[in-house]
């Protein structure tokens, strides 16, 4: 079947722009994670969905980090005023449920900050 | 503070050279531990769960352990298909759902 999906594969933008990234979870999967990873860096958790209980948006590095998960199924990460340090790989990842359910990762979007 | 650690950083090793990747972790109350591997330009890709010492699971070349500290990842006479970054993860403390990861290791196995 379909893996997990993400769009754009590639996103260069200029400071101070906001930028949306999406995100097309397994079917089925009620557990939708977002990551990012930058150069040398391990996969830093940002925020999690589990069906309709309240996100955890305790990896969000600032308010300028928002997302949201329509219907339990795609996703949107969205970014305002972007920043150099932004720049990284941002990973989307879907599992059947929380801790126990091995997730299941997209090929992520580069995001580019100029 | 919940903390994975992978070493080494980079392992290079020739065709058939067999070796181990290391993992260590502290977390309170361990729930697993996840063995993924990357490809360049790609997710990860999920290789094993292991839920308590002395645990082992393998496929084809690769053979992960659990040990109460750490997990290893054996790979036994490697081909340069094995060549990827291999990274493991474990559930944060306090009953939270995400993964805490470590940088990896990065693996390449020449001819």
């Known amino acids: 079947g379909a893996g997990v999906s993400q769009s754009p594969s590639n996103k260069v933008t200029e400071k101070g722009k906001d930028v949306e990234l999406r995100c097309d979870p397994i079917?089925?999967?009620?557990?939708l994670y977002w990551y990012r990873q930058s150069l040398g860096q391990g996969l830093e958790f940002l925020i999690y969905?589990?069906?309709?209980?309240?996100?955890?948006k305790s990896g969000l590095p600032s308010d300028r980090f928002s997302a949201e998960r329509t219907g339990g199924s795609v996703s949107t990460l969205t970014i305002q005023r972007t920043q150099q340090e932004d720049s990284a790989v941002y990973l989307c990842?879907?599992?059947?449920?929380?801790?126990?359910?091995?997730?299941?990762f997209g090929p992520g979007t580069r995001l580019t900050v100029t | 503070e919940d903390q994975v650690t992978q070493s080494p950083e980079a392992l290079r090793l020739q065709e058939g050279e067999s070796s181990s990747l290391n993992c260590s972790y502290t977390v309170s109350g361990l729930r697993g531990l996840f063995w993924y591997r990357q490809d360049p330009g790609k997710g990860p890709e999920f290789l094993f769960t292991l839920y308590s010492a002395g645990e082992e699971k393998e496929k084809e070349r690769l053979k992960a352990t659990l040990t109460k500290k750490e997990s290893f990842l054996h790979i036994t006479a490697p081909k340069p298909e094995d060549s990827a970054t291999y990274l493991c993860a474990v559930p944060g403390s306090y009953n939270t759902d995400k993964l805490i990861f470590g940088t990896g290791t990065r693996l390449q196995v020449f001819p």
């Open positions: 969905f589990q069906g309709n209980s309240a996100p955890d």
């Open positions: 079917s089925g999967h009620t557990a």
């Open positions: 990842a879907s599992s059947l449920g929380g801790r126990d359910y091995e997730q299941y």
